[in-house]
């Protein structure tokens, strides 16, 4: 059973910033993906940003694309999103995701975690 953990969210002026981590257990093969989405209140949930598993190649949605910067820790299973210069229209719930056997094909989720930005 893979289970995904998300933390680090919570209430940020806007300009500020902040760190989400995710840490990954249970799972017994390599080589994966793992990213996050979020989801808005009444807007559909949204792909935020992807790295693969060396770290070598990352992907970001246009509107975090210099803001937000996603990272792998050293045993691969966690996986962290800096999120600085952060505005209002950045509150959502923020997913963490990881791949299966396909790339960018999310078969995992986390819980999710709330990230609030006040104007």
């Known amino acids: 059973q893979v289970q995904l953990v998300e933390s680090g969210g919570g209430l940020v002026q806007a300009g500020g910033s902040l760190r989400l981590s995710c840490a990954a257990s249970?799972?017994?093969?390599?080589?994966?993906?793992m990213g996050w989405f979020r989801q808005a209140p009444g807007k559909e949930r949204e792909f935020v940003a992807r790295?693969?598993?060396?770290?070598?190649?990352?992907n970001y949605a246009d509107s975090v694309k210099g803001r937000f910067t996603i990272s792998r820790g050293i045993d691969k299973n966690t996986v962290y999103v800096q999120m600085n210069s952060l505005k209002p229209e950045d509150t959502a719930v923020y997913y963490c995701?990881?791949?299966?056997?396909?790339?960018?094909?999310?078969?995992?989720w986390g819980q999710g975690t709330q990230v609030t930005v006040s104007s």
């Open positions: 995701v990881a791949e299966g056997y396909r790339s960018w094909q999310w078969d995992y």
């Open positions: 249970g799972r017994t093969f390599s080589n994966y993906g």
């Open positions: 790295i693969t598993w060396s770290g070598n190649v990352t």
